[in-house]
């Protein structure tokens, strides 16, 4: 089955193609981020009119890589929720109307899962059952994985995500848009042992999660040293270290907790975050400690992308699943919502 691949969700249009025999044929990306730089995060307007500007480019784009024409087509998969609503229905309204045009079955696509399942595009996937946490700019979520489909809530953030607060972390010391990424870099610089930030939560029982105070402690410390008169990019680059070595043991503390509570050994990291350096070392030495066995997509794969999408899709088109013409996006959209495959 060759299936197309929409990814609408936020601020980059993602289109790929999978081939359920071949694998990825091929995938393209374009990102949004110059557009909105300039406003220090995603305006969810110029995002939706941007997605409507690039869709059928990519599309064509994508096809003629593959040489594969549109009546090649066995179905297409789009992303439907979780997202901002208006970019969600510029690549829904797409992908309903193209499906429409070529008489082949059409799906929505759970963001989330695409992001779990983003692993098994590589050439050694992960086997059920395991543990995974996604963690990305709106999503820090630790779930059991039995299969497709088969998901269990184990721990969700109470408040801010992972991805979320570095982004503010980032705002606070106005390091610009994409906050993330500038963090991380700049952490890089940082002297591990200059500040100490807490762990939020990992003092209680539990697999939930909150980083809003880990923001507020970012915000305190900087203030503190700006009145001080050290607001030096090495200062900056000190706070981020520690922010940042917070966030990597925050959640390695939840994923051990988490692995010990299903009797799990196999763990995967997906979503935008799971691409952070010192959060990946974390996890490599929980697991390499454990003896146990620890999956990511390839860094490419960590944002979002088309390629995700168009595998999930292709496993529930597969087993017959699709939804009819009367098509609707979900902005907030619960993963244990979704039927098992």
């Known amino acids: 089955m060759l299936v197309l691949g929409i990814e609408s969700s936020c601020d980059e249009t993602g289109i790929a ?3 359920t025999n071949a694998g990825l044929l091929t995938h393209t990306l374009y990102t949004q981020i110059e557009l909105h730089a300039q406003y220090g995060g995603v305006v969810p307007e110029l995002a939706s009119r941007d997605h409507i500007r690039k869709l059928s480019p990519l599309i064509k784009q994508s096809l003629a ?5 549109f009546t090649q087509l ?4 789009y992303t439907a929720g979780p997202g901002l609503m208006g970019a969600l229905l510029a690549g829904a309204s ?8 070529l008489n082949i079955p059409a799906i929505g696509v759970h963001h989330m899962e695409g992001h779990l399942l983003a692993p098994m595009l590589e050439p050694s996937p992960p086997a059920f059952p395991f543990v995974c946490l996604l963690v990305s700019g709106g999503h820090s979520m630790i779930v059991r994985v039995d299969g497709i489909g088969q998901y269990t809530l184990l721990g969700d953030t109470l408040d801010d995500a992972a ?5 503010k972390t980032a705002k606070l010391l106005d390091l610009g848009y994409p ?3 500038n963090v991380s870099n700049l952490a890089l610089k940082g002297v591990a042992t200059r500040y100490h930030f807490p762990r939020p939560m990992v003092d209680r029982p539990g697999l939930d999660m909150s980083f809003s105070g880990l923001k507020t402690f970012t915000l305190n410390t900087w203030q503190a040293a700006v009145k001080a008169g050290d607001d030096s990019e090495q200062t900056k680059a000190d706070i981020c270290r520690a922010f940042e070595l917070a966030v990597a043991d925050t959640l390695a503390v939840k994923c051990k907790r988490a692995l ?3 009797g799990f050994n196999r763990l995967v990291v997906a979503g935008g975050v799971s691409a952070n350096r010192e959060i990946r070392a974390k996890l490599n ?3 390499l400690k454990r003896g146990g066995e620890v999956f990511y997509p390839r860094l490419e794969f960590c944002t979002d992308n088309g390629a995700m999408i168009a595998y999930a899709g292709a496993q529930r088109l597969l087993a017959g699943q699709h939804n009819n013409l009367s098509f609707a996006t979900t902005p907030r959209w619960s993963l244990e919502d979704l039927p098992a495959v």
């Open 74 to 77: 066995n179905g297409i998969a």
């Open 17 to 19: 193609l999978y081939d």
């Open 65 to 69: 890589q593959a040489n594969v024409s």
């Open 163 to 167: 991805g979320e607060a570095f982004d």
């Open 285 to 287: 030495a929980l697991m």
């Open 179 to 181: 906050g993330g990424p």
């Open 94 to 101: 797409v992908a309903r109307s193209l499906a429409y045009a």
């Open 260 to 262: 010990e509570q299903v």
